[in-house]
């Protein structure tokens, strides 16, 4: 099994700046790659980024690619997602993934373990 916690979401204005994090535990082969998805109110679930555990390769979606930015710290089983330059179509509760491949995905259907979000606001 594996575990997730989701911290760091808030109420922030356009322009500025958030970092999310996602403390990890549980067996670590079940956590070969991390992604961060995003829901706004009455839309699907959709992907923010990815990163990999041992190989550090990450994949951003074109709407966020030169503001957010994926990393990991090993050492304390935590994956972040730094926010910069938010916008208000940046509204969501922001949720942390993982599945057990070490191939990145895009797809919600491949993460196996979910965390129970955290909600980020960006006021214009």
């Known amino acids: 099994q594996v575990q997730l916690v989701e911290s760091g979401g808030g109420l922030v204005q356009a322009g500025g700046s958030l970092r999310l994090s996602c403390a990890a535990s549980?067996?670590?082969?079940?956590?070969?790659?991390m992604g961060w998805f995003r829901q706004a109110s009455g839309t699907e679930r959709e992907f923010v980024a990815a990163i990999s555990w041992t190989a550090g390769s990450f994949y951003y979606a074109d709407s966020v690619k030169g503001r957010f930015t994926i990393s990991r710290d090993n050492a304390r089983n935590t994956v972040y997602l730094q926010m910069n330059s938010l916008k208000p179509e940046d509204t969501a509760v922001y949720y942390c993934?993982?599945?057990?491949?070490?191939?990145?995905?895009?797809?919600?259907?491949?993460?196996?373990?979910w965390g129970q979000g955290t909600q980020v606001t960006v006021s214009s």
């Open positions: 549980g067996r670590s082969d079940n956590r070969k790659t």
């Open positions: 993934a993982a599945r057990n491949s070490v191939v990145l995905s895009t797809a919600k259907d491949n993460y196996n373990y």
